[in-house]
């Protein structure tokens, strides 16, 4: 993995920045500072301005792991494509599974409210975040944090049925066995585009299913530098997003390229 504002990183951006690129993000700490409690994250205005700006060229796509709801009341402006928990919630379709994932996540919120509750177990910094078809079990305000990711993790295994559990930064992320994710929207995503390239940013272990796809045609990009990670390149810190999404703006503009998904303008 190598620096995106490198040589070899601009060469990339260079080959598959062309009219037909689709631009995919995550949210939390990629677009939204990581902040101390999930309800307090937005979308800084310089990255909202930018966003605006880059959909006259080319499509773009949050990829969150937030509900929906949630994501959308953060962003300050309507993207082409919202998919929210992980892949779940979006895509052409998801109404059809979302009535038994609701209710596995129902059966998983009450088992862990109860374990959560027992003495051995109570932590008030442990919290369950319900987001109707997953579950984040958010653990960055515990007494001890590593204690509580250990003890987790042994509940966690012992749940019926057995989630899909994808860690994050203090967080444990729970979705049913059979439900999508990220790289699956994704892919998902640039077929119902008819993209013909796309760029992916990302900063967690959850963007990690969109870094494993092995497509030509996919620039992928991870926030901070990390060995454990499938990105091809990184930005050193998330304030380095303004100036990725002006490289975006600049190239698509040079090479007349528009948001294809859009009404086309009217000529007089």
Known sequence: MGALFSTEGF???DAIVRPGLLCAFDFDGTLS???AL???ACLPTELMYRLVELSAYAPVAIITGRALDD???RLGFVPDFVVGNHGIEGLPGWEEPAARHRAVCRLWHERLSSILHEPAMFDPGIVIENKRYSLSVHYRHARDP????SRLRNVLMHLEPLPRVISGKCVFNLLPEEAGDKGSALEQLMQI???QSAIYIGDDITDEDVFRLRRGNLLTVRI?????TEAEFFLRR???MAQLLDELINRLHTLGARNWTLPAPISH
Do not use: M, W
Request: with cysteine.
């Open 238 to 240: 998330r304030q380095d």
């Open 11 to 13: 060469a990339r951006l």
């Open 33 to 35: 500072p990581i902040v």
């Open 146 to 149: 590593i204690e509580a990711e």
């Open 193 to 195: 585009s008819r993209a």
């Open 71 to 73: 994501v959308r009341e």
């Open 224 to 228: 901070e530098c990390t060995t454990e």
């Open 38 to 40: 999930p309800e307090h």
